[in-house]
């Protein structure tokens, strides 16, 4: 994609509002959100629409992952926006997938991979050689030790550890505060220090 200088985000959430944030410190302007609640007419001081017709690029800005990975499939061809808050430190070898967002004090090691439609939180870290698949998210102050896997519409709850090497299925909901110290299954709800499955998650 050419240079931008603007951005559009589609979902009026407070995950938003922080977004709309690393958008100006990124110097994007956002001229204004996409929402599919007819109710909602503004966000951080900006309009909502409610249609994205004509507008690119896009992130979209939904924190749940089911949810986002809809929307984008709703949504089909776009051109997307990844960004990086300043504060945010990540190496050289580190990449991104598109419509990614990094937030504040984010720390992404050498040669991690972070997938499309993924978020990673304020304040996570990530050491090397951890691969996030796409529209996961990495919740605030969580730790991925190095190599560690997860797989796509995985949310790992705000202040988890995971242990080094292990492997998270995909479309797993891992609670607050867990330690993953062995591999989850895809599906599962997982907490628990150390993390326990209590069940499996129907996603359809």
């Not at 951080?44 to 004509?54: Q, T």
């Not at 030790?145 to 891992?174: L, M, P, R, Y």
């Amino acid at each position: 994609m050419d240079s931008i200088d603007k951005v559009y985000l589609y979902g009026a959430s407070g995950h938003a509002k922080v977004v709309v944030d690393i958008a100006r410190l990124a110097y994007l302007d956002v001229p204004c959100l996409i929402d599919d609640n007819p109710s909602v007419n503004t966000l951080a001081g900006r309009p909502v629409v409610h249609s994205s017709e004509g507008l690119n690029p896009l992130i979209v800005t939904i924190g749940d992952c089911q949810i986002r990975r809809k929307v984008v499939q709703k949504l089909g061809a776009r051109d997307y926006v990844t960004i990086i808050h300043p504060s945010a430190v990540k190496a050289e070898s580190v990449e991104l997938g598109y419509g990614t967002v990094v937030m504040a004090g984010a720390i992404l090691n050498p040669f991690v991979k972070v997938g499309n439609h993924s978020i990673i939180n304020t304040g996570a870290s990530l050491d090397h050689d951890v691969l996030v698949d796409d529209f996961v998210h990495i919740a605030p102050h969580c730790t991925l030790c190095g190599g560690v896997e997860v797989d796509e519409g995985t949310w790992i709850g705000a202040g988890s550890t995971v242990i080094q090497g292990i492997h998270i299925g995909k479309n797993c909901f891992i609670g607050a505060g867990s330690v993953v110290v062995r591999d989850i299954p895809d599906n599962s709800l997982c907490y628990g220090n150390p993390a326990r499955v209590i069940k499996k998650i129907n996603q359809d």
